[in-house]
Structures are given as structure tokens and as C-alpha cells.
């Protein structure tokens, strides 16, 4: 449970006649998964409301490699879903090619502009990803992060991090 602090204990200070408290709690517990706003206003009770979110992951469902001629071809299909109660919108996928399934600073990022439309709660997006690099690229990884600069609100950010292993 996150807990907003109260207008004396930082720089936050909403209207006294508005809002007297507020906490943000992230249930991941009850079937509707999502994050619940509880506050109160004055004498009145405390009231919640649902704050509905996507959460966009996603699974390679097809990672194929051809060489010839030092040259190596991807083809693949990322399959962008969201498990969350809110529709998502468009998400860039940043792709890098790695030697492991942690992206870190030692990545190469592949020059390649994609984006997965906006995913209906429950629903699933197609992405087809080629390209052609010099060299093999057996061994290595694909990872493809969606919504790399976290402009989009999303559930779990986490997963949002998908690494394929590329044929050996």
C-alpha cells in the first residue's frame, strides 16, 4: 500500500475544503486487479474509486533466423497483450540484440521503429519484426521493451520486458 502523504509532510497541498486524505492501494489480490483511490472530503464518509489502468506484456510467438552470406535475417512476431481492466494506448517497442535476457548498457539497440496499436483489456496485437544485420546472430537474444520511456500508465512495468533467444 502506497500512502500520499498529508499537505504538512511535503509539497503536495491540495484545497483543505477538497480533500482532507488520500490513499492509493494496488490490489493485486481480487479478480478485478487494478488500484483504488480512498478518500474523504470534510464530514463526508470515505469514498474509494477505481482507477483502471492497462498492463501491457507480451510473448515472442515466432523467432526465425536465416544466414547467407554473413548476413543474418530475423523475422519474428511479438505478441503484445494486456492483462490489465483498461484499454491501453499505441506503445513504441524499443529492440535490442544481447548476449543475456537482462537489458543493460552493453545492448545493442536494433534501428527499427515499431509500435503496437492500442490492446483492448484481455485482447492481444500482433507485431511483425524483420530486419538484416551482417553477421550471425545464433546465440544471441531479441528483447523487445514496450513503452520504453514509461509514457504510458501501466499496472505492472516489470513485464514489460520480453527476451527471446535466437536460434543456435
Known sequence: MLSIPTPSQS??????????????TIDRERGARGAYATYRRGNQASKSVR???????????SLAVG???????????????????????SARIAL?????????GGDVAVTL???????????SRRV??????????AGRYLVAVLDPQA??????????TIAGLLGN
Open 11 to 24: 509539497a503536495w497541498d491540495p484545497p483543505r475544503d477538497r480533500i482532507d486524505w488520500l490513499r492509493l
Open 51 to 61: 482507477i483502471v489502468l492497462a498492463n501491457l506484456m507480451g510473448d515472442w510467438t
Open 67 to 89: 544466414e547467407q552470406n554473413g548476413m543474418s535475417r530475423l523475422d519474428a512476431v511479438l505478441e503484445v497483450r494486456d492483462d490489465g481492466p483498461g484499454n491501453s494506448k
Open 96 to 104: 535490442y540484440l544481447s548476449s543475456d535476457t537482462a537489458l543493460d
Open 113 to 123: 521503429r515499431k509500435v503496437a496499436g492500442p490492446v483492448a483489456p484481455g485482447k
Open 128 to 137: 511483425k519484426i524483420s530486419f538484416t544485420r551482417r553477421g550471425s546472430l
Open 151 to 160: 509514457r504510458l500508465d501501466d499496472l505492472d512495468r516489470p513485464n514489460d
